[in-house]
Nanobody
Framework: QVQLVESGGRLVQAGGSLRLSCAAS????????MGWFRQAPGKEREFVAA????????YYADSVKGRSTISRDNAKNTVYLQMNSLNPDDTAVYYC?????????????????WGQGTQVTVSS
């Protein structure tokens, strides 16, 4: 069992940066691939980024590639999403997710565990 708690969401001006964190409970955190998703009002949940259990492989949606970095610290049971050059299209609730199969995160938008989400609002 893994419980996920996101933090770091806030109101930020366009062009700004922020770092989201996702703290996980459970001894098996390091076994899971981790991902970030987002959902804007009236839109489907969208894959943002994922990272393998070791941190050795990372994956990004085209919409955030080049301006976002996903990372993890298995000693702290935490995964991060650094986002730069934010624009209003990045406004959404951001969710952290865990799954043993990174392919499910990337291609099926499915996960064994989900957090409750943290709101990111980018003002123009």
């Amino acid at each position: 069992q893994v419980q996920l708690v996101e933090s770091g969401g806030r109101l930020v001006q366009a062009g700004g940066s922020l770092r989201l964190s996702c703290a996980a409970s459970g001894r098996t955190f390091s076994s899971y691939a981790m991902g970030w998703f987002r959902q804007a009002p009236g839109k489907e949940r969208e894959f943002v980024a994922a990272i393998s259990w070791s941190g050795g492989r990372t994956y990004y949606a085209d919409s955030v590639k080049g301006r976002s970095t996903i990372s993890r610290d298995n000693a702290k049971n935490t995964v991060y999403l650094q986002m730069n050059s934010l624009n209003p299209d990045d406004t959404a609730v951001y969710y952290c997710a865990a799954d043993l199969n990174p392919g499910r995160l990337r291609f099926q938008r499915l996960a064994d565990y989900w957090g409750q989400g943290t709101q990111v609002t980018v003002s123009s």
